[in-house]
């Protein structure tokens, strides 16, 4: 009820300004019912994008994890192939000393292995530390982009958080305001009954 208004029944009060004034709270109440009505609808579709936008998140973050797995499992078996070239490298220049050994007791002109095949082996060696190298800079790529996509998950959780305390709020706000319309149309009947009587 209008507090200007007074309480029900009050003597000598002007009923129609008192209808008047219920009737303004009423639509002002149907006004704010709408504005968080609309309000509630914009958050709740905020929302949606928001979870969309997180999955699509989580969803990069466990490829880039499975990826860093992978390279992982790469860059340790490096040492695999580096002592697996040093072993052949060693097993060549015992090789080499021999034949240099057998050939100096024949007369067979000597050859080093060593010297042969030693350009196709640094060859070799300088590719694999390329391949690795650049399998240690993917590594760090991919370990930045996992720290990035974890700090946008918390953060879009955050502002998901922040989102649904908002509609909470602009449904409560609704609630209230279709209190004061409720009150507002029960003094709107009232100040009409008395209007009416006064006829």
Known sequence: ?????????????????????????????????????????????????????????KAELKRNKEALLGLSKAIKADVGLHEGLSKITTNMSVASENLLNMAIASSVQNKSLSSVYSAESSKTQNALNNIFSSLGNKNKAVENRISELQESILRAESELQDIEAGIRSAESAASDWRNVRRNASCDMDYYRRRMQEEE
């Open 1 to 57: 009820m209008n507090i200007l208004c007074g309480i029900y029944g009050g003597v000598g009060m002007d009923y129609e300004s008192c209808y008047y004034a219920s009737r303004s709270r009423y639509y002002d109440a149907c006004s704010e019912i709408t504005n968080c009505e609309n309000r509630a609808n914009e958050l709740r579709s905020q929302k949606q994008q928001k979870i969309s936008l997180i999955n699509q998140l």
